[in-house]
């Protein structure tokens, strides 16, 4: 059985003064992977002074580069999934309120890929357009052209994203059409299939409409694409089990329907059985409500017994359950009092 934490932190300046501020200017934890990290070692305290109850081993993989390196996939590369049957972890979130536990069976979030985009013509005097090819003019002609990919192309109850997050030409003058532009964004399906097809049509439409405009095109992705994560029912079951017995936890929600959000869990996910959930951490008097990636993200404390107690609780309920041949959840769970 295997217990995840990502650990990667982000390029966003903190503007809250708190005494655990970063101390590396530009750089905080908006995601709450320092709390993961927390969260993981109060369950490593707690497995290693009971490893004498353990029924089989327990992997804890504190993995690197979760935001957009797939950390997850290099680890899995490299072997750390070898032997292990079962996965879990968690992520807090702050627009569940706290105590609140959110998942769901099978596809949990969605799979995605980051592309920047280089659009190339001649550039020229803004009082000679004729004789220029308008690197602005097909960037922009490229923004509308992949618009129907969402709305004309995909299945309206599978949905998708195409989106266009930035968009830069470079330092230069008002009176001066830009030789190259860049457009940057990312592609978001809930199936490997639907996310191909994505890619696929926008390498399509972005070479058409550049060429129209006399421009060329180039297009580079992320090396490695998030693929969906798939929740085991199974694992999701258990964590139901042993989360319905913490006294912190108030609710455990079903979502009816998957976040376009991506997350590279689903690597680990893909080789093993796994469940993962959202913990919730929304507090509006604690001003722990704030979203994920800003520089006001905080963090609801009294959390961390919890997500500590569910690391070491489904893993001894995993464990428990294979010793004794029980492909699903048994009728006894096991309950873990961490205090941090």
Known sequence: MALRTDMDALPIPEELDVPYKSTHPGLMHACGHDAHMTMLLGAAKYLKAHEAELQGTVKL??????????????MVDEGAMQGVSAVFGLHVWPTAPSGTIQTR?????????????????????GGTPHLVRDSVVAGAAIVMNLQPLISRETDPAQGGIVGITLINSGPGSPN?????????????????SGLHHLKSRLEEIVTSTATMYGCKSSIKWNPIAYIPVENSEAMV????????QLSQVKHFVYLDRPSFMAEDIAFFNDVAEGAFI??????????????LHTPRFRLDDTMLPVGAALHASVAMQYLQD???GKPQVSSTSYRTSIEL
């Open 176 to 192: 001066v059409h830009a030789e190259w532009v860049e457009l940057q964004g990312t592609v978001n399906s809930f199936s490997t």
């Open 237 to 244: 079951k258990r964590a139901e089990q042993v989360a319905t």
């Open 105 to 125: 069976i099978g596809t949990l979030m969605a799979g995605t890929d980051k592309f920047l985009i280089r659009v190339t013509g001649i550039s020229g005097h």
């Open 322 to 324: 294979k010793q004794q």
């Open 61 to 74: 993989l504190f993995q690197p580069a979760e935001e957009g390196g797939a950390g997850a996939k290099v």
């Open 278 to 291: 959202f913990l919730g951490i929304g507090n509006a008097s604690l001003q722990t409500d704030q979203k």
